[in-house]
């Protein structure tokens, strides 16, 4: 466990609280952009300092987090939280993140184009409270 006179680069910070895999995979996201300090990209290198916020983008998953200790080394998930705290906004409870997790409505093969009818009837179901209960 480091202390916080020491000098902690945000790619190993990252690696050691979880929020990636592997240290490379920590630094290529600084290098592309995805880890941000006020807005603002950072490099591998930037010294981490408790009490400040990035931002973290991983795939399509997002989260904000607050520094309040420093970790060198990897450690279990249980003691990695004490180290960051999530401040990543609530999602909107109807938006999805993926399109892989939207529901889908499937058509018959070989059944053609919908007609004006079956497409009125497809916004209805996607109007019902059904289709909103699929969602969550």
Partial sequence: MASESEKLRIDKYLWAIRIFKTRSLATE?????????????????????????????KGIERKVILVTGLLERRVDAKTAVQYYEDHTPVEETYGFKSVFQAPILKRDRGTGRPTKRD??????????????????
Avoid: M
């Avoid at 592309?32 to 916020?53: C, D």
């Avoid at 497409?119 to 969550?136: G, H, N, P, V, Y």
């Fill in 29 to 57: 996201a600084c290098k592309a952009g995805r880890v941000k300090l006020n807005g603002q990209n950072i490099k591998p290198s930037y010294v981490v300092k408790v009490g400040e916020i990035y931002a973290i983008q």
């Fill in 119 to 136: 497409r009125r009837e497809i916004d209805d179901l996607k109007a019902s409270e059904w289709w909103d209960q699929e969602e969550d």
